[in-house]
């Protein structure tokens, strides 16, 4: 099939990429010009694990191709995606602008038949509004399809290649058929496409993050819980999530839920709900939780302190949200460093990915690394924001020659409590005994 994929971000670089690698014809469009002409000359611009080797594949075989100029692709693709950009507004509902624009240019540039495919993630009733911003300036048969993504970063093309489900709000024969077609090589082991109505479709998205957002701030309450009553949140998790109907997968406690998706879809949904008279209680306790818990590990380093870290030099190991990604929209790490720095500490920080990111939104505010032992070179302590895979089993007669005062404030409970009070460090993690 013949496909358009506008905007190509993390989610765009990625459908374009996997649609390519299933043998369609794939033109990804983005405004950003040196974003372009980086892709077109080869070079990958987002750090996602696997997506290189099918990037440079499907280039080579001519299936993947990179413009700036949407007017040259619309003739050709029959279902055009759009990947684009829903920030928050002031408000906190997902701002349209990125997505209304593409439309409307759409419209004057379709002179035939398409399906366009929102990938993006948006409320309840775009689709209509997509439609009618079209129908002003082109009158022929189209749809407009719901099709929101659920890939993770980090574990995108996994995800892609091989969904848990495929969600799809149509009401169209015409474009549930192309849809069917399209999505078959990459459910053949038998997960569903979802078929449902285009404002199910839209409200299952925003759900999905929703609750699992919930998860995480539920959690973080349960390790609040447990440091003021002398339990292990460790314990608790695998109590509880060996019950089937509660399960294992997203019951680890930290410094909250940050991302490009999680803050801004739960803030939209709440939105969205006060819209249609609708108090959303538990998920506005769900956004308050995350604001506490994104700063309880710097309340921890305070209070280590007595309240005065002024002068106190720390090493940060980890800055991207999460790992595998080098991703830093609303990572808990920034946020970290914005209230050291604010009460006169200074850092040094290493990440095996996002350092670049960093360094263009924090400039020299901070100092960065080489690698994660040397961040630790003068530090009076290291503090760990980012759950990467290297972390999890460090040199530790490595660390102690190069930290003395063996002082670990760890946001993502990486160690053993016990394992670490025997190698004599002074070890603070979440949730879980000091
Ligand atoms: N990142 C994720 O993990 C993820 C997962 C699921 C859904 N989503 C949703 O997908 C959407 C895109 O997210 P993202 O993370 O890929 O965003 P992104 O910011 O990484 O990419 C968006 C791209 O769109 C481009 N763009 C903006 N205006 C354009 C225009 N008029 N024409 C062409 N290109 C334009 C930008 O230059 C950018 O490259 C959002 O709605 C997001 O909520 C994201």
């Not at 700036?68 to 928050?88: G, N």
């Not at 608790?236 to 940050?258: A, M, P, Q, T």
């Not at 670049?356 to 080489?370: F, M, R, W």
């Not at 290297?390 to 016990?418: A, M, Q, Y």
Request: glycine share 8%; net charge neutral; aromatic share 8%.
């Amino acid at each position: 099939m013949k496909i358009a994929v506008v905007g190509t971000g993390y989610v765009g670089l990625v459908t374009g990429t996997c649609f390519a690698e299933t043998g369609n014809k794939v033109v990804c469009v983005d405004i950003d010009q040196a974003k372009v002409e980086k892709l077109a000359a080869g070079q990958i611009t987002i750090y996602e694990p696997g997506l290189e080797k099918i990037f440079l594949r499907n280039i080579k075989e001519a299936r993947l191709r990179f413009t700036t100029d949407l007017a040259s692709v619309v003739d050709e693709a029959e279902l055009i995606f759009l990947a684009l950009p829903t920030p928050p507004g002031a408000d906190g509902a997902a701002d349209l602008k990125y997505v209304l624009e593409v439309a409307e240019q759409l419209g004057n540039l379709m002179k035939g038949y398409k399906v366009i495919v929102n990938k993006s993630t948006v409320p309840v009733g775009t689709a209509d509004k997509v439609r009618a911003t079209i129908t002003k300036n082109f009158k022929g048969e189209f749809d407009v399809v719901s099709n929101p993504e659920f890939l993770r970063e980090g574990v995108a093309v996994d995800d892609f290649m091989k969904p848990d489900r495929v969600v799809v709000g149509t009401n169209s024969e015409r474009a549930r058929k192309l849809m069917s077609e399209l999505y078959a090589p990459f459910v053949r082991q038998g997960n569903p496409v979802l078929f449902m109505d285009e404002r199910s479709s839209e409200l299952t998205k925003y759900a999905a993050n929703s609750f699992l957002a919930m998860k995480i701030s539920f959690m973080n309450e349960i390790a609040q819980l447990c440091e003021k009553m002398g339990a292990d949140v460790d314990m608790v998790r695998r109590g509880i999530g060996s019950d089937e109907r509660i399960g294992k997968r997203f019951l680890f406690s930290g410094i909250g839920y940050g991302g490009s998706c999680f803050p801004k879809d739960v803030q939209a949904l709440v939105r969205s709900a006060s819209e249609v008279d609708y108090d959303f209680k538990i998920l506005k306790a769900v956004e308050q939780v995350n604001a506490v818990q994104k700063l309880h590990l710097v309340e921890k380093i305070k209070a280590h302190y007595n309240g005065n870290i002024r002068g106190k030099h720390f090493a940060l190991w980890g800055l991207a949200f999460k790992p595998n990604t080098d991703d830093i929209r609303e990572a808990p790490a920034l946020s970290i460093i914005a209230a050291l720095l604010a009460a006169g500490a200074t850092i040094t920080a290493y990440d095996p990915e996002a350092m670049q990111a960093v360094k263009q939104a924090l400039g020299d505010t901070i100092g960065y690394a080489q690698s994660q032992y040397q961040a630790l070179e003068a530090a009076d302590a290291l503090i760990i924001a980012t759950e990467w895979s290297e972390f999890r089993t460090p040199d530790f007669e490595r660390i102690e020659k190069l930290l003395p005062s063996k002082l670990v404030f760890d946001g993502r409970n990486l160690f053993e409590v016990s394992k670490m009070r025997s190698m004599g460090y002074c070890y603070i993690s979440i949730g879980r005994p000091q």
